[in-house]
């Protein structure tokens, strides 16, 4: 890992599933998204053909698919 992890925040639509998920499924997400906060870019882009979209991100771990956006420092 380089430097300090990126923080990861859920909306509160994502939040309120999260919670309906057993644990063993809840424990994968916290996994991928443990691996995504420490590189962000290191998963595909959502949608490659769009220029303007290289911050959404995806992750797919056997039928667990997640996307997420990477919030760039302004500077």
């Given at each position: 890992?380089?430097?300090?992890?990126?923080?990861?925040?859920?909306?509160?639509?994502?939040?309120?599933?999260?919670?309906?998920?057993?644990?063993?499924?809840?424990?994968?997400?916290?996994?991928?998204?443990?691996?995504?906060?420490?590189?962000?870019?290191?998963?595909?882009?959502?949608?490659?053909?769009?220029?303007?979209?290289?911050?959404?991100?995806?992750?797919?771990?056997?039928?667990?698919s997640l996307t997420y956006w990477v919030n760039r420092p302004l500077?």
């Amino acid at each position: 890992m380089t430097g300090q992890p990126h923080a990861v925040r859920f909306s509160t639509q994502a939040a309120k599933v999260l919670d309906t998920l057993p644990e063993h499924v809840e424990d994968t997400v916290w996994g991928v998204l443990d691996a995504a906060a420490d590189d962000p870019w290191g998963f595909g882009q959502w949608n490659a053909d769009d220029p303007e979209g290289e911050d959404v991100r995806y992750a797919s771990v056997g039928q667990l698919s997640l996307t997420y956006w990477v919030n760039r420092p302004l500077r």
